[in-house]
Nanobody, 113 residues
Framework: QVQLVESGGGLVQAGGSLRLSCAASASGDIFRINAMSWYRQAPGQQRELVATVTSGGSTNYASSVKGRFTISTDNAKNTGYLQMNSLKPEDTALYYC?????WGQGTLVTVSS
């Protein structure tokens, strides 16, 4: 059984930074994070793709976060990250990580104005 566990969310003022983590663990299986995506869902809105990193290290970002967010993975720790800088109130959402067919439970990011 594979689990993705997010952490790092919280309340921050506009202009601040947060780093989200997504740690993968597997009981009885071997699961390595190669590619990962981060999604977010704001209240009353659909889930949207925020950032993706491929197994080759290529990254893509939603236009709304480009230049402010950075996605990365640490293979040794089997963990993915989303560094979020210059946060805006419109970044407020529940953030989810996704790797292969697996999803984390979400971590809440709240940005106050």
């Amino acid at each position: 059984q594979v689990q993705l566990v997010e952490s790092g969310g919280g309340l921050v003022q506009a202009g601040g930074s947060l780093r989200l983590s997504c740690a993968a663990s597997a009981s009885g299986d071997i699961f390595r994070i190669n590619a990962m995506s981060w999604y977010r869902q704001a209240p009353g809105q659909q889930r949207e793709l925020v950032a993706t990193v491929t197994s080759g290290g290529s990254t893509n970002y939603a236009s709304s976060v480009k230049g402010r967010f950075t996605i990365s993975t640490d293979n040794a720790k089997n963990t993915g990250y989303l560094q979020m800088n210059s946060l805006k109130p419109e970044d407020t959402a529940l953030y989810y990580c996704n790797a292969d067919l697996f999803w984390g439970q979400g971590t809440l990011v709240t940005v106050s104005s």
